[in-house]
């Protein structure tokens, strides 16, 4: 069945360093991964989408990454900082809106 | 405008209430979701409204009865809910059921006692 992990629950690292977070999906290709951010008792917010033709995209400090021979995202943040501290969540997309599948999430912390 | 809003922020029901959430938007999307979220789990989709027609409903329970009644707004009416029904309930909008990026409220967060 179509599966997709994000292979940490938690994450920490030092304020100034790149954060990456690694989205690994199994069983299907998707047409494209998205990354939102979610605060605690909050709605996830945007913040890349990428395409299963294009290696790599960018946003000020963010950057995602899909190779899709090793089926996988990665997801950057660079010049980290303890305002990025939050849930990040992978979302893959296929197959129009009825194939939408949520990993479940990495909780950033950024110390300062 | 590139909110959607939600109301109530938060709601405490007994199980034999019966309750609305409310969600808007007016970017004028034409594909509107209800979901449910548990605590350190992600979002579940419930329900898809694509140009005010219910388009998908993941085999949720009928005491979850959504509405639609015009192109900016989502109901999701409550009745004699359980305790497991207790969440966070998020909306999300987008240009329609095609389209990639999706908008989120900022939920509702429910406690069913």
């Known amino acids: 069945s179509q599966k997709i992990e994000q292979n940490s629950e938690a994450l920490n690292i030092q304020e100034g360093k790149t954060a990456t977070l690694t989205c690994n999906y199994t069983?299907?290709?998707?047409?494209?991964l998205q990354w939102y951010r979610q605060d605690p008792g909050r709605g996830p917010v945007f913040l890349l989408l990428i395409r299963e033709n294009e290696k790599e995209k960018r946003k000020e400090r963010l950057k995602v990454t899909f190779d899709t021979t090793l089926k996988q995202s990665l997801f950057h943040i660079t010049a980290s900082q303890p305002a990025d501290s939050a849930t990040y969540l992978c979302?893959?997309?296929?197959?129009?809106?009825?194939?939408?599948?949520f990993g479940t999430g990495t909780k950033l912390q950024v110390i300062p | 405008d590139t909110e959607v809003t939600q109301t109530p922020k938060h709601l405490v029901m007994g199980m034999t209430n019966k309750k609305s959430l409310k969600c808007e938007q007016h970017m004028g999307h034409r594909a509107m979701y209800w979901y449910k979220q548990k605590a350190k789990k992600p979002p579940e989709l419930m329900f898809v409204?694509?140009?005010?027609?219910?388009?998908i409903n993941e085999s949720v329970p009928s005491r979850f009865s959504p509405e639609c009644p015009n192109s900016s707004l989502l109901n999701l009416h409550l009745h004699a809910l359980q305790p497991e029904d207790s969440a966070l309930y998020l909306c999300a909008s987008s240009q329609d059921t095609n389209t990639d990026t999706q908008y989120f409220g900022p939920g509702t967060r429910l406690t069913v006692l």
């Open positions: 979302v893959s997309v296929s197959g129009g809106y009825q194939k939408v599948t």
């Open positions: 409204y694509s140009y005010e027609k219910l388009s």
């Open positions: 069983n299907y290709s998707p047409a494209y």
